[in-house]
């Protein structure tokens, strides 16, 4: 490259965009790449500490950091993603639908081990909404080898794509409370309000809500009368505690249903149970879903409505990160609960 004094640049044409920073009021470009350098830019550039502009011509096997950044962008993306304009060397990738996010972890490691190459994601398996930014790529120096971003292609080609977000599925959630106090009428129900709306948020809908006693036989009625009417997801509330009026797990075993797991390694949502009747999951939600911003069931159900069968393992997974922090004020999920 060829170092022009500031001075002597006008009417050259930059290479690269020039950043600006005003602390604690604003980052971004003050020149775009390809902007024409007038006389009334020097003191501008002069200002912002720039007393020499950098040109170059590309030699044969050089990539410029904005052709780069487009470049593996496209061979990153999945499906319903969008891609920003380049600024500052740099393209973001963000949701074009509500659904749950997935992040090739391997091949992104594979991607940032190349020298030059950065690739940066929030973490995978949350839900996310239209617009959000989830990822964003660049390359360190202005001009890359082409070989370099070859090789990021080629990764993204071998494993599919790096990041891309699943749609939720329209589900129909049939919703069984126990509990003899809400039952007989002496406490008001407070879950089934929260649940709608925790399950709208996916696209999806509460078929019916019944209630039922601590009672075994008529809780298994309800999940099977539920089933009959068409529920794609069944969902238990209360009764998930070891106090021997509790008997919604003794009810899920009873029905047939394969069991993944009861009990979870995060707080809240330790009394957690998850299982299946053939293709259809059915949740045991303990009273933390009611009454905290974010629980168990905002690490799992959105993977669920998303299609995704959960294991042990993906469960057992959880513990690290499964500790919430009990802010003052919940940010959700904008923190590290369940990452």
């Not at 200002?47 to 950091?65: A, M, P, Q, R, T």
């Not at 809400?182 to 809908?205: N, Q, T, W």
Request: proline content about 5%.
């Amino acid at each position: 490259m060829k170092a022009i004094p500031v001075e002597q640049a006008v009417g050259t044409v930059l290479c690269h965009d020039i950043t600006q920073i005003v602390p604690g009021k604003f980052k971004g470009r003050a020149f775009k790449r390809g902007h024409i350098i007038s006389n009334t830019d020097v003191p501008k550039l002069l200002s912002l500490g720039k007393e020499h502009i950098y040109v170059f011509d590309l030699n044969d096997g050089f990539v410029h950091e904005d052709d780069a950044a487009k470049r593996m962008a496209k061979a990153a993306k999945g499906e319903h993603l969008s891609l920003s304009s380049v600024c500052e060397g740099r393209i973001n990738l963000h949701a074009e639908i509500d659904g749950l996010l997935k992040i090739n972890t391997d091949a992104l490691f594979e991607i940032n081990s190349e020298e030059e190459i950065v690739f940066a994601t929030i973490h995978g398996n949350q839900a996310v909404t239209v617009g959000r930014q989830v990822a964003g790529t660049r390359v360190v120096p202005l001009a890359v080898v082409n070989e370099k971003v070859e090789r990021v292609e080629n990764i993204c080609a071998n494993y599919g794509p790096i990041v891309t977000i699943k749609p939720f599925r329209p589900l129909q959630v049939g919703v069984v409370t126990t509990g003899s106090e809400v039952y007989h009428g002496r406490i008001k129900d407070a879950f089934g309000p929260i649940l709608k709306k925790k399950f709208e948020k996916m696209g999806c809908s509460i078929l019916r809500q019944a209630f039922v006693p601590d009672d075994t036989s008529m809780a298994i009625d309800a999940v099977r009368s539920l089933l009959e009417e068409g529920a794609d997801m069944i969902a238990l509330t209360g009764g998930m505690s070891v106090d021997p009026d509790d008997q919604t797990p003794s009810a899920i075993r009873a029905l047939g249903a394969d069991v993944v797991t009861y009990g979870a390694p995060t707080f809240p949502g330790a009394m957690f149970m998850l299982a299946y009747l053939g293709d259809i999951p059915v949740m045991g939600l303990p009273g933390c879903v009611m009454y905290s911003k974010a629980s168990i069931f905002d690490l799992v159900a959105p993977r669920l409505v998303a299609g995704e069968t959960v294991t042990r393992r993906d469960i057992i997974g959880l513990g690290h990160g499964g500790l919430c922090a009990g802010c003052e004020t919940c940010r959700y999920p904008i923190c590290g609960f369940g990452k």
